[in-house]
């Protein structure tokens, strides 16, 4: 079956840096995201990444070894405002397009 | 550029009862993705639908059932409510090719 597993919490200090880890297994591969959600909120785009490597976007890079079939979502110059659950979410085929999303990383930034 | 919505925001419904949740996608946007979000886990996948066509299903009995018309918006039709399908039904658009989806503000049933 698919399965993600990442870290349940996180903490960390305002202006550091995280890194959120995520590792799957899946057959059918086709690509990996990372989502933010706050807390009642629907959750936001961050990244996609279907080849590996690192794609970095802002304050925000995202990391895939589908060898490995781990991803990590780095974080940097941590604000207040990055409180939120992170999930990590893979596409896979079979039968059609499908998703499967990991329990999410509640992340904490403490002044 | 209009954002996905769904209608109602909330709904309260008894055991055995039947619901529709509507989803309008974004503005260019032909794919509708449904989930279903329990309380402090991941979003499920319950299905996918394509200029209209089911694309890919998760497992989710056929007592969930879905429509995409033909301006891309969408119906979530859930039958025979259970308990456990108390839940934020969140919906999500995107093009085809890019997968990158958006999220509507979700719909959250509760199940009596």
């Known amino acids: 079956g698919q399965n993600i597993d990442q870290p349940t919490e996180m903490t960390a200090t305002e202006g550091a840096i995280v890194q959120i880890n995520c590792t799957y297994q899946t057959s059918g591969f086709n690509g990996l995201f990372w989502y933010q959600q706050h807390a009642g909120e629907a959750p936001t785009f961050l990244s996609y990444?279907?080849?590996?490597g690192l794609e970095e976007k802002g304050r925000f890079s995202s990391f895939l070894s589908r060898s490995k079939g781990y991803s990590y979502l780095l974080l940097k110059e941590l604000q207040m405002k990055d409180s939120a659950s992170y999930l990590c979410?893979?596409?896979?085929?079979?039968?059609?397009?499908?998703?499967?999303f990991g329990p999410g990383t509640r992340l904490s930034v403490l002044p | 550029e209009t954002g996905v919505t769904q209608s109602p925001t909330h709904l309260i419904k008894t055991r055995g009862q039947q619901v529709t949740l509507r989803c309008s996608s974004q503005?260019?946007?032909?794919?509708v993705s449904w989930y279903q979000q329990a309380l402090g886990q991941g979003p499920q996948f319950i299905f996918q639908y394509y200029r209209e066509e089911e694309n890919g299903r998760g497992n989710f009995p056929p007592r969930f059932s879905g429509l995409q018309f033909p301006n891309y918006s969408s119906e979530l039709n859930v039958n025979a409510l259970e308990l456990d399908d108390s839940a934020l039904y969140l919906c999500?658009?995107?093009?085809?090719?890019?997968?990158?989806?958006?999220f509507g503000p979700g719909t959250r049933l509760t199940v009596t």
């Open positions: 979410a893979v596409a896979f085929v079979n039968y059609g397009q499908n998703f499967v």
């Open positions: 503005s260019g946007h032909n794919t």
């Open positions: 990444n279907v080849l590996d």
């Open positions: 999500a658009s995107s093009e085809r090719l890019a997968f990158e989806q958006y």
